[in-house]
């Protein structure tokens, strides 16, 4: 589905990923590694976020390298980043909204009930602002607006960061929820690394923006997982 080929990105001159290749299929789809290996810069390079230095992302069979955000957004990836990943002063209900725009008008309706369904908590709250929403409650509610866009693929940035344990293990579940029942795609970056491999099919551990090892997930143990973070 996703293909990544020798891309090297970063911000201004400076590259952060160095060569990085792999492909994402029809699963979950994890890239762990400690603060600093380029997690969350391989995520906003995939969503366009941030420019690609070289190489190539092919999605479908199609280069996307030079798309915009937008457009690979049409292409069905929805990209949930890490910080501002809602619109504060608009409810609940209106940022779904917005998330909508590249549906067709007669299933936004549908749409939204779908998501309520998924996220049943977002809906005695569809009224609220955002901005006064507790971090579970906005992290449901981001990527809920990422399933607006009735999405292939989901790019998921840390979702779990500074979340209570409470929210933190009905996230994890709520997104081999969704994989498994809607048949998303979901690359998630996550420093989480035990919770991640339990519901992750393939793991990528990054480590100073090189790809220290691919392998499925469920031949990934602690000590493995250690050394790729260099703890």
Do not use: C, W
Not at 147 to 169: C, F, H, W
């Amino acid at each position: 589905m996703l293909k990544v080929e020798n891309i090297v990105s970063g911000y201004g001159e400076v590259a952060i990923l160095r060569g990085l290749s792999f492909e994402v299929g029809q699963e979950i789809y994890a890239v762990l590694g400690a603060n600093g290996a380029g997690k969350t810069t391989l995520m906003k390079t995939i969503a366009r976020a941030i420019p690609l230095m070289d190489g190539t992302i092919s999605f479908d069979g199609n280069e996307i390298t030079k798309e915009t955000s937008y457009q690979i957004a049409a292409r069905g990836i929805a990209f949930v980043p890490q910080e501002a990943n809602v619109f504060p002063t608009m409810s609940v209900l209106e940022n779904l909204s917005v998330g909508s725009t590249l549906l067709p008008k007669e299933k936004k309706k549908q749409k939204i009930e779908e998501v309520f369904d998924t996220f049943p908590a977002l809906s005695a709250i569809s009224s609220q602002k955002a901005g006064t929403l507790s971090g579970g409650e906005a992290q449901m509610l981001a990527v809920g607006r990422a399933l607006m866009q009735n999405p292939r693929l989901i790019l998921l940035d840390e979702p779990t960061a500074g979340l209570s344990p409470k929210y933190v293990d009905m996230f994890f579940a709520k997104v081999a929820q969704i994989h498994k029942e809607q048949g998303v795609s979901i690359l998630i970056a996550e420093q989480n690394a035990v919770k991640t491999l339990k519901i992750a099919n393939k793991a990528l551990i990054l480590k100073l923006g090189e790809i220290h090892m691919i392998e499925d997930a469920d031949k990934l143990d602690e000590s493995v997982i250690k050394e790729g973070y260099n703890i």
